[in-house]
Structure formats: C-alpha cells, structure tokens
C-alpha cells in the first residue's frame, strides 16, 4: 500500500508562516506529479498547487504570489511554504501523487486565526 506522510500543519496567526511536508515513496516520487490540494468542511476538495516530476510548478489563483510548492529529489519529500497567510487558508491540506493512479495523504490541519 503507497503511503503519503503529511507533517507541518498547525495554528498560526494571520500573517504568519508554516511549512508542510509529505513524505513519498521513491518509485512515485521519482515518475508522479505532486499535489496539494485542501479541504474545508461542507466544500469540495480544492487544488492548490502542483509540482511535476522535472519540477515544472502551477497554482491556484487564490495562493499565487504566497505559497510555493517544493521538492527535494534526496528525500522523496514534497514541500509547501505558505507565507502571508489568511484566515481563508484554513483547511485540511492533502497531498496528492498523481501518474496514472491517485495516491492521497491522510491530511493535515491548518489553522489560521488570531
């Protein structure tokens, strides 16, 4: 069974920063591209940002200019540096690996509030 390890989620206050990380298997690390996408209660599921195996990286509009998705090819760890952060951006954040077949975290909390 692929497992995707999320780390990093947490409260912060508005402004504030934080760090997510998901931790992949190498064999899809190496060949999917990989996602973040986050969830509110009541609402679809909702893409982020996404970085490809040769590292080409999109995002949605609503994170442009303030989130930056990551890899490290010697960790087989994806990255998403959230700076700026609103109260807007308060989700259950998952990755995702994608290549053919779908592969999800289990998520994890994020908080913005003062």
């Known amino acids: 069974q692929v497992q995707l390890v999320e780390s990093g989620g947490g409260l912060v206050q508005p402004g504030g920063s934080l760090r997510l990380s998901c931790a992949t298997p190498?064999?899809?690390?190496?060949?999917?591209?990989m996602a973040w996408y986050r969830q509110v209660p009541g609402k679809q599921r909702e893409w982020v940002a996404h970085?490809?195996?040769?590292?080409?990286?999109n995002y949605a509009d609503s994170v442009k200019g303030r989130f930056t998705i990551s890899r490290d090819d010697a960790k087989n760890t994806v990255y998403l540096q959230m700076n700026s952060l609103k109260p807007e951006d308060t989700a259950v954040y998952y990755c995702?690996?994608?290549?053919?077949?779908?592969?999800w975290g289990q998520g994890t909390q994020v908080t913005v509030s003062s």
């Open positions: 970085i490809t195996s040769g590292g080409s990286t």
């Open positions: 995702n690996a994608n290549g053919g077949l779908d592969y």
């Open positions: 190498r064999i899809i690390f190496r060949y999917y591209t």
